[in-house]
Every structure is written in C-alpha cells, then in structure tokens.
C-alpha cells in the first residue's frame, strides 16, 4: 500500500509540472497493441484525481501510429488505440457526450528519418481539452441506421483445398454500421480463420473489404467507401496480427462497392451480402 501511495505522489508531483497550461496529454502504446499498458491507465488515473480532465470537460481524442506498417493497417491501429482511450474514460465515469471527438490518424509522418522498428513517441493517444466556444446547433434527426444482422450460415468452405487466387466470404464478420469496428459476433468466423492460417504456415492471404451501396450511406462517419472497406479489411488484419500471425503473411486491400455479389441492393439481406470480407489465396 506504501508503494502504491509513493507511485501515486510522484505521478501528481510530475503532472503538476507538467500540465499546468497544458490542454494536450499524450499516452503511449507498444509497438503494434492497441490496448493501453498499466502504466497508461495509471497515467489516465492521475490526470483525472488531479482534476487535470474533469467530468463535463470536451475532449478531443486522437490516435497515431508510427510508420511501420502499410496505411490501412495503421489507420485501423490508430484509431483502435483512440477507441480504447475513449472506453477507459468513460468507464472512468466521463459521459459520452464529453468525447467531442474520436479519430484515428494514421501514422506520423517522419521525413528524412529511418528506423525499422518506427520510433516509439509516434505510438499514441493525444487527449485533448477543447475550450473553443460551443455552438448551439440544431441538427435534423438522424436517419435510422438498421444495425447489420448476421447472415445465415452457409456451407462451410475447405480452406485447404482452395487454389491459389481463390477467395471465399467470411460471411459472419460483422461491423457497426459505417464503422470499421468488428462486433463480437465476428468472433467465430475470425478464429476459424486464425486456426487455418497457425495451421498451414507456409499459406499467404489478402484480405479483400467490401462495402454496400452507390455513395455515402446515411449514418457512416467515414464517407469515403473506398477507405471504409480498406479500414474494415484492416481491422481484420489487426486482429490476426495481434494474435501472432506474421505480418509478411497478410495484405489488406478496400475494394469499395466495385464487385457487388447482389445488384439489386433493395433489401438489407442484399447489402449485407455486398458489405463483406473476403478472404484471397495468394500462395500455398
């Protein structure tokens, strides 16, 4: 309990130091994770019973990553790491409606510099308190966004027996609307995935995001339909890599709405089959 308390004073003693006029605070990740350390929600503890963040505060929380990596996955990495932040302050007791807001912002850029393995003050969370004056801005209602249902369980596929250039559907991943973030449903769907791959080493795969629609759907914060389908096949590859799948063995790519499997998008049974994953043998 004595260390505890001597950790915890020496934690106040050097944010009073350090954020007196500081309105941005800044929290590292490991290379590669996306969830905090001990050490970072120590450090989250502290500005909070410091009152450095105060509840009704608006924060502005924005992730980074260094520049290993290709930019889907870090723009995934980054935003994963933002998403996290912001569940710890709420579970801290923060409303959601003092996140402001939430973003990933990729890597950060180092021109003129070299290392492979990034620099490690690129891997982190910035925290920021927005004292510009707050607008009173009467917005239209929002459209209802139908939650995506999970599709109906097909006739499983023989990974092992796919040739090189096919793909098949991972039919059950599933994200939050006009997000890249996978719900738990897709579970299931990953971790087979994730057993075929531990299981034949040699094998090689491109993760292939599709998404629904002609244009912006009503709802999405990334309106970009190209990037939401790289974004979504990016969180795929973050999830096989964080669980040890080597890097050299992934490729992510967005695909956009380019290659529906259904025209007729008339019925939400019809977008959830063109908003999908697929997954593509590159070699065996």
């Known amino acids: 309990m004595a260390r505890i308390t001597i950790i915890c004073f020496l934690l106040l003693v050097s944010l009073s130091c350090y954020s007196q006029n500081k309105d941005?605070?800044?929290?590292?990740?490991?290379?590669?994770?996306?969830?905090l350390t001990r050490e970072a929600e120590n450090y989250i503890d502290a500005l909070i019973f410091k009152d450095t963040l105060i509840h009704g505060d608006r924060l502005i929380v924005l992730g980074y990553a260094d520049y290993v990596g290709s930019t889907g996955y870090n723009d995934s990495l980054s935003r994963l790491r933002a998403k996290n932040v912001c569940n710890y302050l709420i579970n801290s007791g923060f409303e959601k409606t003092d996140i402001k807001l939430m973003m990933g912002r990729g890597k950060v850029e180092r021109n003129g510099l070299t290392s492979k393995d990034g620099y490690a003050t690129d891997r982190k969370v910035q925290i920021i308190i927005d004292h510009s004056p707050q607008l009173t801005i009467i917005a239209p209602p929002k459209p209802t966004v139908l939650k995506q249902p999970a599709v109906m369980p097909q006739e499983r596929i023989?990974?092992?027996k796919l040739k090189v250039n096919e793909a098949f559907a991972?039919?059950?991943?599933?994200?939050?609307?006009?997000?890249p973030v996978l719900e738990r449903e897709s579970e299931p769907d990953l971790a087979r995935l994730y057993d075929f791959?531990?299981?034949?080493?040699?094998?090689?795969?491109r993760i292939e995001g599709h998404v629904c629609c002609?244009?912006?759907?009503?709802?999405?914060?990334?309106?970009?339909?190209?990037?939401l389908s790289e974004l979504r096949a990016a969180s795929v590859y973050t999830y096989l890599a964080e669980k040890g799948i080597n890097r050299n063995r992934l490729q992510c790519v967005g695909l956009g709405n380019k290659n529906p499997v259904e025209a007729?998008?008339?019925t939400e049974e019809a977008r959830v089959k063109n908003r999908r994953v697929e997954i593509r043998i590159l070699s065996k």
């Open 24 to 35: 941005t605070f800044e929290v590292y990740f490991p290379f590669n994770k996306s969830q």
């Open 197 to 205: 791959l531990v299981q034949n080493a040699s094998v090689r795969i």
């Open 214 to 227: 002609m244009g912006p759907n009503p709802g999405n914060e990334i309106h970009d339909d190209g990037k």
């Open 170 to 179: 991972l039919n059950n991943i599933i994200f939050q609307p006009g997000l």
């Open 158 to 160: 023989d990974i092992t």
């Open 264 to 266: 007729n998008e008339d």
